[in-house]
Every structure is written in structure tokens, then in C-alpha cells.
């Protein structure tokens, strides 16, 4: 199995801030890399695939990067809508893991 | 927008098997893959299999041996068995449509409690 690993496990940051969550997977797997983003009580919401193509209607301040084994999603200027867990997932090419999560909060 | 919608059973007993039933509306089933997950707070997201409108099936390794997955496109609807449950499969589940390497459409999800 390819293990996901995300950092860090929980992040709080000011509105308008520049945040970075960083994944790492436990060997390559190329750019099969998907960003989601969860809010209490929701199902997860995919942001990102293939590690930097934005799924439609998600704003444009997110945007994802890395191929290889490491990979992370940048917001540009932190909402309070924004607040939420985050989770990669990798696709080996038969099946498909996640990572622990990232909880994001507002200072 | 494709949505879709879980319906089963929110509490099995040990032992016992998992139903669950994931109906989709507004998008037809063919050339699409449909895909369960699970959450639970030990063990995260976990994906449990896919199946192919066309019937294939692909499990994951570790719940394969306890994994049943059918689909029926006449009725717009695919289905999860998950044999001789016990504690450890309380979870959330969750069907998504899987857009080969990522999950692009989920259900709001159902909690399914194993206890006696």
C-alpha cells in the first residue's frame, strides 16, 4: 500500500494569509494526486486532480503542485469559508489511499 | 449535476452483513466507475472498492475477502454487501462517482453503527 502523509496535522492562520498544506506519499506516484476539502458533517469536496488542475467551481485561490512523492495545495488569501479539513489522495493505478487529514482554523 | 444518495440500515449486529444501496440521479451510469468510502475517526477515509457500470469490480486488498459490490443501471442504483462485520466497520459511508484517479461526485453519507 502507498502511504499518504500530510503536514501539518493541524494548521491556524489570520484571513488573508498565504497557507501551504504539504503531502507525501511513500513512493512516486506520479501526478495521480487529488485535493479535497471537508466541512463538519459534509461528504468531501474534490478542489483538486491531477495534483494542479483546479475542478471546476472551486475558487482560484487554490492551486495545487508537485509530482513525484511530494505534493502541496497553496490558498492565496485565507476566507473564513475556507475553514474545513483537508485530505490528499493518491491513485496508484488499482487503488487509491488517503492522508490523515489537515484541520484548518482561523486565528 | 450528477447526485447521489446512500440508503441502507443505520445499525447491523456483529457478524452480520453490511447492505448499503447508492442511488444516482441526474447523469446516466454508463462509462462511469462508482466507487464506496468510508470515515470513520481510527481510520479515516478509507476506499472500500469501485464498481464499473458495465459490472467489473475492483476491492481493496485489506476488505476484499468481506467485499460484494452490483450495480443495476436500469434502476440507477449500485449496492455494497460487507460480510461478518464487528465494531471496527462503524463508520460513515460514502458512494462517489470516480472519475478514474479522483472522486468527483459524493452522497451525503449514512452512518452504519455495528453493535448488538
Known amino acids: 500500500d502507498i502511504q499518504m502523509t500530510q503536514s501539518p496535522s493541524t494548521l491556524s492562520a489570520s484571513v488573508g494569509d498565504r497557507v501551504t498544506i504539504t503531502c507525501r506519499a511513500s513512493?512516486?506516484?506520479?501526478?495521480?494526486l487529488a485535493w479535497y476539502q471537508q466541512k463538519p458533517g459534509k461528504a468531501p469536496n474534490l478542489l483538486i486532480y491531477?495534483?494542479?488542475s483546479l475542478e471546476s467551481g472551486v475558487p482560484l485561490r487554490f492551486s495545487g503542485s508537485g509530482s513525484g512523492t511530494e505534493f502541496t495545495l497553496t490558498i492565496s488569501s485565507l476566507q473564513p469559508d475556507d475553514v474545513a479539513t483537508y485530505y490528499c489522495?493518491?491513485?496508484?493505478?488499482?487503488?487509491?489511499?488517503f492522508g490523515q487529514g489537515t484541520k484548518l482554523e482561523i486565528k | 449535476q450528477v447526485q447521489l444518495q446512500e440508503s441502507g440500515p443505520g445499525l447491523v449486529k456483529p457478524s452480520e452483513t453490511l447492505s448499503l444501496t447508492c442511488t444516482v440521479s441526474?447523469?446516466?451510469?454508463?462509462?462511469?466507475?462508482w466507487s464506496w468510502i468510508r470515515q470513520s475517526p481510527g481510520k479515516g477515509l478509507e476506499w472500500i472498492g469501485y464498481?464499473?457500470?458495465?459490472?467489473?469490480?475492483n476491492y481493496n486488498p485489506s476488505l476484499k475477502s468481506r467485499v460484494t459490490m452490483s450495480v443495476d443501471t436500469s434502476k440507477n442504483h449500485f449496492s455494497l454487501k460487507l460480510s461478518s462485520v464487528t465494531a471496527a466497520d462503524t463508520a460513515v459511508y460514502y458512494c462517489?462517482?470516480?472519475?478514474?484517479?479522483?472522486?468527483?461526485?459524493w452522497g451525503q453519507g449514512t452512518l452504519v453503527t455495528v453493535s448488538s
Open positions: 491531477k495534483a494542479s
Open positions: 441526474g447523469g446516466a451510469m454508463s462509462s462511469n466507475y
Open positions: 489522495q493518491q491513485y496508484n493505478g488499482y487503488s487509491y489511499t
Open positions: 462517489a462517482r470516480t472519475a478514474a484517479d479522483c472522486f468527483d461526485s
Open positions: 513512493q512516486s506516484i506520479s501526478n495521480f
Open positions: 464498481i464499473y457500470y458495465s459490472g467489473s469490480t
